[in-house]
Nanobody, 124 residues
Framework: QVQLVESGGGLVQPGGSLRLSCAAS????????MGWFRQAPGKQREFVAT????????YYADFVKGRFTISRDRAKTTVYLQMNSLKPEDTAVYYC?????????????????WGQGTQVTVSS
């Protein structure tokens, strides 16, 4: 069992930045493909970004391209989502997820483990 813990959410003004982190309790994430998803109130969970186990195969949702960056540290213990130029419509609970096949995938159903989520609120 992999327990994922997200951190870094909060309240930010439009145009601001936040960096989300995702770590696994007691283990590395070296062999896992990782993804970030989000869910806004009244909406379905949607894909944001993904990165394969080797740091390649990176994909973004169109609505975050050029603003968000997914990365993983060299020790592969943490995955990050750097979010710049935030907009009010980015307000959501952000979840990280891990898949055991190591792929960078946009499909939520292909992830085996999920974190509890961290709230991001973009408001003036």
């Amino acid at each position: 069992q992999v327990q994922l813990v997200e951190s870094g959410g909060g309240l930010v003004q439009p145009g601001g930045s936040l960096r989300l982190s995702c770590a696994a309790s007691g283990r590395t994430l070296s062999n896992y493909g990782m993804g970030w998803f989000r869910q806004a109130p009244g909406k379905q969970r949607e894909f944001v970004a993904t990165i394969a186990w080797n740091g390649y195969s990176i994909y973004y949702a169109d609505f975050v391209k050029g603003r968000f960056t997914i990365s993983r540290d060299r020790a592969k213990t943490t995955v990050y989502l750097q979010m710049n130029s935030l907009k009010p419509e980015d307000t959501a609970v952000y979840y990280c997820a891990a898949n055991i096949v190591g792929a960078g995938t946009v499909v939520a159903g292909e992830y085996n483990y999920w974190g509890q989520g961290t709230q991001v609120t973009v408001s003036s």
